[in-house]
């Protein structure tokens, strides 16, 4: 199930990846209930709730009006209360608890955490003492330029962080000319910090609650270009799991920590990834990322450990490659050619009828996009930019073809690079969308269909059922 | 309002025999929001998802009543009851939603539950 639940002018309306802004609430009576924050504009971070089966929301409320157009981070607690870390405009970072009391949330007032400098991309966690930790990324800008790890502890439950908002914290990392991003975790008495430095390297440091002393930085891999493309979990039996995309080499990895030694790098995915989320399930970690297949779409993938390896597959059954797709040309002496294989690729114009050298052509000319699963977008990409003609699209209701206007409005072939919203979302799709055979072929069918001719053919490239998402969020259990 | 009709579609209610139960507990709710890039504003999206192949949502209008008829697509206010066909047990799953439910055997046993629906429009 997709489901819109707003839309945001905000730079990264649902964060960077090591971050988190989704929960579930851990236990009582509305134990399961969902709690999601994202930026809502480029100076709100809203937030709003749901329960099972999260058909219908909350009304969202307003959390913090005066944040700066950069990722925030937060974390829920047992109790459901949940603790943000944001980035005002002033780039402070500034600590929130949100208290959980009948159902609702309430928001406190804001503390700063650190007013030194310029301020991004902070964590929040609770350690093993219930300190809270707020782990952030400083901009030197009054010394040398560089991005610098940090770290800050509050002891008295976000009241006071260190000595105070000027404590610039403890600095984790040697700086570098690029922007960090930072992660991290409690297992048992340590505390452990990963991150993203220079582009280039993703490291961690362990902090020992017992001996209050960080440990040395330790490499976990090398490679260009790694930014915030990662994300850390704990198993339940306290082994640390990292996976991370190095975009330089078009791969997203997996790296296991079981307290003494590194597992080797695992290869999850060898095709260009993006925003990788984990979780541990029954001690087997799930990867949950954005699969690029080309032109900037991308398609929702999950990962399963299996043995030596990840079992990789769609993660929703209304994302992903047509099973099918036919073009049809009504005065061919071969009406349907089968161009499945040619739609799911990028590769530049070679989806088209052989016949006619196009995608449509004459009235009546068809595109068949069959999924065995009902679905609510197309993006196509053509090679060739269509002109003159106008299409219908249709799908079948069981007895007849419905013609009706994409959510996205009317799209006629006259556009290079279209993302066609044929609904909302998949909860929009219309209940009488029936499975029917085309070319022998049963599946969920839409028919786009040329009702005026081109004067200029349309040539395609790419047709498949994605959009262009990012910055996936996975859910957390409050803790 | 219409009285009558009000009447006739309130505590609806539909038996489903012989529904074999063969998803289990043992699935990861991979619940997640996203970020979707358009033209113009972006779209924050939620994603509810299931994995594993052992997940079974059932959908009120994928059911048939013990008369032979398709039961409604959308169901307001559902209550289920579980009546057992076998020695297998079986629950519902989370909340039960208008358009459809989780339903799970034990993990522990190898073999498909057997039950009755009951399906009853609370109102």
Same mark, same amino acid.
């Given at each position: 199930?997709?489901?819109?639940?707003?839309?945001?002018? /905000?730079?990264?309306?649902?964060?960077?990846?090591?971050?988190?802004?989704?929960?579930?609430?851990?236990?009582?009576?509305?134990?399961?209930?969902?709690?999601?924050?994202?930026?809502?504009?480029?100076?709100?971070?809203?937030?709003?709730?749901?329960?099972?089966?999260?058909?219908?929301?909350?009304?969202?409320?307003?959390?913090?009006?005066?944040?700066?157009?950069?990722?925030?981070?937060?974390?829920?607690?047992?109790?459901?209360?949940?603790?943000?870390?944001?980035?005002?405009?002033?780039?402070?970072?500034?600590?929130?608890?949100?208290?959980?009391?009948?159902?609702?949330?309430?928001?406190?007032?804001?503390?700063?955490?650190?007013?030194?400098?310029?301020?991004?991309?902070?964590?929040?966690?609770?350690?093993?003492?219930?300190?809270?930790?707020?782990?952030?990324?400083?901009?030197?800008?009054?010394?040398?330029?560089?991005?610098?790890?940090?770290?800050?502890?509050?002891?008295?439950?976000?009241?006071?962080?260190?000595? @105070?908002?000027?404590?610039? @914290?403890?600095?984790?990392?040697?700086?570098? /000319?690029?922007?960090?991003?930072?992660?991290?975790?409690?297992?048992?008495?340590?505390?452990?910090?990963?991150? /993203?430095?220079?582009?280039? !390297?993703?490291?961690?440091?362990?902090?020992?609650?017992?001996?209050?002393?960080?440990?040395?930085?330790?490499?976990?891999?090398?490679?260009?270009?790694?930014?915030?493309?990662?994300?850390?979990?704990?198993? @339940?039996?306290?082994?640390?799991?990292?996976?991370?995309?190095?975009?330089?080499?078009?791969?997203?990895?997996?790296?296991?920590?079981?307290?003494? !030694?590194?597992?080797?790098?695992?290869?999850?995915?060898?095709?260009?990834?993006?925003?990788?989320?984990?979780?541990?399930?029954?001690?087997?970690?799930?990867?949950?990322?954005?699969?690029?297949?080309?032109?900037?779409?991308?398609?929702?993938?999950?990962?399963?450990?299996?043995?030596?390896?990840?079992?990789?597959?769609?993660?929703?059954?209304?994302?992903?490659?047509?099973?099918?797709?036919?073009?049809?040309?009504?005065?061919?002496?071969?009406?349907?050619?089968?161009?499945?294989?040619?739609?799911?690729?990028?590769?530049?114009?070679?989806?088209?009828?052989?016949?006619?050298?196009?995608?449509?052509?004459?009235?009546?000319?068809?595109?068949?996009?069959?999924?065995?699963?009902?679905?609510?977008?197309?993006?196509?990409?053509?090679?060739?930019?269509?002109?003159?003609?106008?299409?219908?699209?249709?799908?079948?209701?069981?007895?007849?073809?419905?013609?009706?206007?994409?959510?996205?409005?009317?799209?006629?072939?006259?556009?290079?690079?279209?993302?066609?919203?044929?609904?909302?979302?998949?909860?929009?799709?219309?209940?009488?969308?029936?499975?029917?055979?085309?070319?022998?072929?049963?599946?969920?069918?839409?028919?786009?269909?040329?009702? /005026?001719?081109?004067?200029?053919?349309?040539?395609?490239?790419?047709?498949?059922?994605?959009?262009?998402?990012?910055?996936?969020?996975?859910?957390?259990?409050?803790? | 309002?219409?009285?009558?009709?009000?009447?006739?579609?309130?505590?609806?209610?539909?038996?489903?025999?012989?529904?074999?139960?063969?998803?289990?507990?043992?699935?990861?709710?991979?619940?997640?929001?996203?970020?979707?890039?358009?033209?113009?504003?972006?779209?924050?999206?939620?994603?509810?998802?299931?994995?594993?192949?052992?997940?079974?949502?059932?959908?009120?209008?994928?059911?048939?009543?013990?008369?032979?008829?398709?039961?409604?697509?959308?169901?307001?206010?559902?209550?289920?009851?579980?009546?057992?066909?076998?020695?297998?047990?079986?629950?519902?799953?989370?909340?039960?939603?208008?358009?459809?439910?989780?339903?799970?055997?034990?993990?522990?046993?190898?073999?498909?539950?057997?039950?009755?629906?009951?399906?009853?429009?609370?109102?």
């Amino acid at each position: 199930m997709q489901k819109l639940l707003d839309t945001s002018g /905000a730079a990264r309306p649902t964060g960077s990846p090591p971050q988190r802004e989704l929960f579930r609430v851990p236990g009582g009576v509305f134990k399961g209930r969902l709690a999601a924050l994202y930026m809502s504009s480029t100076s709100a971070i809203k937030l709003i709730y749901s329960d099972y089966p999260h058909e219908s929301w909350s009304s969202p409320q307003i959390i913090v009006s005066n944040s700066n157009d950069s990722p925030f981070s937060a974390y829920m607690d047992g109790s459901g209360n949940i603790h943000l870390v944001y980035t005002d405009s002033s780039k402070d970072i500034k600590y929130l608890e949100i208290t959980f009391a009948s159902g609702a949330w309430t928001a406190g007032s804001a503390v700063a955490v650190v007013t030194v400098d310029d301020n991004y991309n902070p964590f929040f966690l609770i350690d093993a003492d219930e300190n809270f930790w707020c782990l952030f990324v400083n901009h030197n800008t009054s010394g040398d330029s560089k991005y610098y790890v940090r770290a800050k502890i509050s002891e008295d439950k976000g009241t006071t962080w260190g000595t @105070g908002p000027t404590d610039p @914290g403890t600095a984790l990392s040697s700086g570098s /000319a690029d922007i960090a991003y930072v992660s991290g975790c409690r297992i048992g008495s340590r505390v452990y910090v990963v991150y /993203a430095d220079g582009r280039s !390297s993703l490291k961690y440091r362990v902090y020992d609650l017992l001996n209050e002393i960080w440990d040395t930085e330790y490499s976990i891999y090398s490679g260009n270009y790694i930014d915030d493309d990662f994300d850390i979990a704990v198993s @339940g039996d306290g082994k640390l799991g990292v996976t991370f995309a190095v975009s330089g080499e078009n791969k997203l990895y997996f790296k296991e920590y079981d307290g003494s !030694s590194w597992s080797g790098v695992i290869e999850v995915e060898t095709v260009l990834s993006r925003s990788p989320q984990i979780a541990y399930f029954e001690n087997i970690p799930h990867i949950f990322f954005a699969r690029h297949p080309g032109n900037n779409y991308c398609i929702l993938r999950k990962a399963i450990k299996s043995g030596s390896g990840f079992t990789v597959s769609d993660y929703a059954p209304s994302i992903g490659i047509f099973d099918k797709v036919f073009v049809y040309d009504d005065s061919a002496s071969t009406e349907y050619q089968d161009k499945t294989d040619e739609a799911s690729s990028e590769t530049s114009g070679d989806v088209f009828h052989s016949e006619s050298s196009a995608l449509l052509d004459g009235i009546e000319d068809c595109l068949y996009l069959g999924k065995q699963s009902r679905f609510y977008c197309v993006a196509i990409v053509l090679s060739t930019a269509g002109a003159g003609g106008t299409v219908v699209w249709e799908y079948f209701d069981g007895e007849d073809w419905k013609r009706f206007t994409p959510d996205s409005g009317a799209y006629h072939f006259d556009s290079s690079d279209k993302l066609v919203y044929l609904w909302e979302d998949s909860e929009s799709i219309a209940s009488d969308w029936q499975v029917t055979k085309v070319n022998n072929q049963s599946a969920y069918w839409i028919r786009i269909r040329v009702t /005026a001719g081109f004067s200029t053919k349309p040539i395609g490239s790419q047709i498949i059922a994605a959009a262009k998402g990012d910055d996936l969020a996975l859910v957390r259990e409050g803790a | 309002m219409s009285t009558t009709i009000d009447y006739l579609k309130s505590n609806r209610k539909w038996l489903v025999r012989d529904y074999v139960v063969w998803g289990d507990n043992g699935t990861f709710g991979a619940d997640m929001i996203m970020t979707e890039s358009v033209s113009g504003d972006d779209r924050i999206v939620f994603s509810h998802e299931f994995t594993g192949e052992t997940a079974q949502t059932v959908f009120f209008q994928d059911l048939v009543d013990h008369r032979g008829n398709n039961l409604p697509e959308n169901i307001k206010n559902p209550g289920i009851v579980l009546i057992p066909r076998n020695p297998g047990s079986s629950f519902i799953l989370g909340s039960i939603g208008e358009r459809s439910f989780r339903i799970a055997r034990n993990s522990n046993q190898l073999s498909n539950s057997v039950v009755d629906l009951l399906i009853m429009e609370m109102n």
